[in-house]
């Protein structure tokens, strides 16, 4: 390359060499200006007051494009907590509802205890595991039967009052007859009067029915019914019903009252079965004949009457169904 191309800072001449000079020494004065004052400082300080808004203007896309980002997976993120927030929600839920069921159940259950140390009786503890509540037909499933020793006609009871008795047992079930069944009939006393009468099921929606009562009986709305112990059936003292109404019979020579069931029959889950006083359905058996006096029996010497030939006569069956 010719000198004529050559930057004229590096020439060989002397005017170069002066500006070359001039320059290292004008930046060392600037070096020590902005060492001891910090005159450069404001100048950049400036310069970047002038500048920065450039950069952003160029920075604009790539932050818009992360802003985007972060808004798409925030709103992914949110939605997802969302979720498990609210199955967390119903799974509490329903941990709370089945702790009240809970708390529920271990409350019937105390009541049931409470009753069984206050009766002194044998009783034993059956759950419901079948229902049928029919226009003709109010019935009940035990889950004990034949094998737990459960035998027809044993009464059963709830914390609050009569539910019924077992009328058919199988080998690991029973089934009740409710107070309120069309076909059943239980003796029952008038507590604040001492009138007894018989309270029957009726099919108008778990009610008992009084129709026998005397005109002159005293018996008003809010009279207990507990049982009388007649019969033999139910044992004396449990409560049956509450007197809801009492108006003359359609014949027009008796009363008629209506009551509701003391015992909880559609809601009750644990009822207790009592033992030691189930009797026999049906009319008691004839009782065996006296034997002859001392002075007219055979001596032990005497023969003893030959029997007659033939298989012994056949004890009278006892009458189907319910005593009422």
């Given at each position: 390359?010719?000198?004529?191309?050559?930057?004229?800072?590096?020439?060989?001449?002397?005017?170069?060499?002066?500006?070359?000079?001039?320059?290292?020494?004008?930046?060392?004065?600037?070096?020590?200006?902005?060492?001891?004052?910090?005159?450069?400082?404001?100048?950049?300080?400036?310069?970047?007051?002038?500048?920065?808004?450039?950069?952003?203007?160029?920075?604009?896309?790539?932050?818009?494009?992360?802003?985007?980002?972060?808004?798409?997976?925030?709103?992914?993120?949110?939605?997802?907590?969302?979720?498990?927030?609210?199955?967390?929600?119903?799974l509490a839920n329903a941990k709370l509802n089945r702790m009240a069921a809970v708390a529920e159940q271990?409350?019937?259950?105390?009541?049931?205890?409470?009753?069984?140390?206050?009766?002194?009786?044998?009783?034993?503890?059956?759950?419901?595991?079948?229902?049928?509540?029919?226009?003709?037909?109010?019935?009940?499933?035990?889950?004990?039967?034949?094998?737990?020793?459960?035998?027809?006609?044993?009464?059963?009871?709830?914390?609050?009052?009569?539910?019924?008795?077992?009328?058919?047992?199988?080998?690991?079930?029973?089934?009740?007859?409710?107070?309120?069944?069309?076909?059943?009939?239980?003796?029952?006393?008038?507590?604040?009067?001492?009138?007894?009468?018989?309270?029957?099921?009726?099919?108008?929606?778990?009610?008992?029915?009084?129709?026998?009562?005397?005109?002159?009986?005293?018996?008003?709305?809010?009279?207990?019914?507990?049982?009388?112990?007649?019969?033999?059936?139910?044992?004396?003292?449990?409560?049956?019903?509450?007197?809801?109404?009492?108006?003359?019979?359609?014949?027009?020579?008796?009363?008629?009252?209506?009551?509701?069931?003391?015992?909880?029959?559609?809601?009750?889950?644990?009822?207790?079965?009592?033992?030691?006083?189930?009797?026999?359905?049906?009319?008691?058996?004839?009782?065996?004949?006296?034997?002859?006096?001392?002075?007219?029996?055979?001596?032990?010497?005497?023969?003893?009457?030959?029997?007659?030939?033939?298989?012994?006569?056949?004890?009278p069956a006892p009458a189907a169904g319910t005593p009422r």
């Open positions: 390359m010719g000198p004529e191309s050559s930057s004229p800072l590096f020439s060989g001449s002397v005017a170069g060499t002066l500006r070359l000079i001039f320059y290292l020494a004008l930046a060392m004065v600037l070096m020590v200006l902005d060492h001891r004052n910090g005159w450069l400082w404001r100048v950049r300080y400036g310069a970047a007051v002038v500048v920065e808004p450039l950069y952003r203007l160029a920075g604009l896309p790539a932050a818009g494009m992360h802003a985007l980002g972060v808004a798409f997976s925030d709103r992914q993120r949110l939605t997802e907590q969302n979720q498990r927030l609210r199955e967390d929600l119903l271990n409350e019937r259950l105390k009541e049931l205890l409470d009753t069984r140390h206050s009766l002194k009786l044998k009783v034993q503890l059956a759950r419901v595991v079948g229902v049928d509540l029919g226009a003709y037909r109010h019935r009940l499933l035990l889950d004990v039967g034949a094998r737990q020793g459960v035998q027809p006609g044993q009464p059963v009871i709830d914390a609050h009052g009569v539910m019924g008795q077992v009328v058919q047992v199988l080998p690991t079930t029973s089934v009740v007859m409710l107070v309120t069944d069309p076909d059943d009939a239980v003796p029952v006393v008038v507590e604040r009067t001492g009138l007894r009468t018989v309270a029957y099921g009726s099919r108008d929606g778990g009610q008992l029915t009084l129709p026998d009562i005397p005109r002159a009986a005293d018996v008003k709305a809010g009279d207990r019914l507990i049982t009388s112990g007649i019969g033999g059936r139910y044992p004396p003292g449990f409560p049956v019903g509450e007197v809801q109404a009492v108006a003359p019979s359609p014949t027009g020579m008796f009363l008629e009252a209506h009551a509701r069931p003391s015992a909880d029959l559609d809601r009750s889950q644990d009822v207790l079965v009592l033992h030691d006083l189930a009797a026999p359905a049906g009319p008691p058996e004839p009782a065996a004949p006296a034997g002859p006096p001392a002075e007219l029996a055979p001596s032990s010497s005497a023969p003893a009457p030959a029997r007659p030939a033939g298989p012994p006569p056949a004890k």
